[in-house]
T-cell receptor, first 115, second 114 residues
């Protein structure tokens, strides 16, 4: 069975601080895919990134960066110089390589950026 | 805007009733997924269709059913509704049924059962 753990239920920081959201996953698949989604207060789920299990290269997109470490089964997400608009619930998700299943989501981290 | 369209956005209905949620996938996407988000269960995968055929099944109740039509839009039917079915229901789509495809979500349909 697959599992995604986001141990941080809620994080509150002051604007312009850097913040890291943790994601730890469990899977027996050798090929798998990891995702991050953002859910703002309006409710929609916004895709942020997809990472393949065979590509451990870290990625940076503007103020966002992701650190994928297979050795520790982690796929952490860092926001640099946080802004109030970053306030949302962030979900980490996993999908096995077999395809016969949907995304397995973590319970999400509620990020609050205070002005 | 993800390109996935869901209707209705909000729905209030009584216990025991039946509702239908509708979804239009992104243009060109052949795979459609349904997810349920509730406070106690979190985000759960319900079912996936690919080009009209059921592809994968998750934690979908027997009271729920779905289908994907030849024009690729999909419907999720929820019957004999219970208070616990109150949730945000998401439709999502991807290009094919490959696990590596990015899955794009719609804005969701808020269902309240009273």
């Amino acid at each position: 069975a697959q599992k995604v753990t986001q141990a941080q239920t809620e994080i509150s920081v002051v604007e312009k601080e850097d913040v890291t959201l943790d994601c730890v996953y469990e899977t027996r698949d050798t090929t798998y895919y990891l995702f991050w989604y953002k859910q703002p207060p309006s409710g929609e789920l916004v895709f942020l990134i997809r990472r393949n299990s065979f590509d451990e290269q870290n990625e940076i997109s503007g103020r966002y960066s992701w650190n994928f470490q297979k050795s520790t089964s982690s796929f952490n997400f860092t926001i640099t110089a946080s802004q109030v608009v970053d306030s949302a619930v962030y979900f980490c998700a996993l999908r096995g390589g077999g395809g016969a299943d949907g995304l397995t989501f973590g319970k999400g981290t509620h990020l609050i950026i205070q002005p | 805007d993800s390109g996935v369209t869901q209707t209705p956005k909000h729905l209030i209905t009584a216990t025991g009733q039946r509702v239908t949620l509708r979804c239009s996938p992104r243009s060109g996407d052949l795979s459609v997924y349904w997810y349920q988000q509730s406070l106690d269960q979190g985000l759960q995968f319900l079912i996936q269709y690919y080009n009209g055929e059921e592809r994968a099944k998750g934690n979908i109740l027997e009271r729920f059913s779905a289908q994907q039509f030849p024009d690729l839009h999909s419907e999720l039917n929820l019957s004999s509704l219970e208070l616990g079915d109150s949730a945000l229901y998401f439709c999502a789509s991807s290009t094919t049924d490959s696990s590596g495809n990015t899955i794009y979500f719609g804005e969701g349909s808020w269902l309240t059962v009273v």
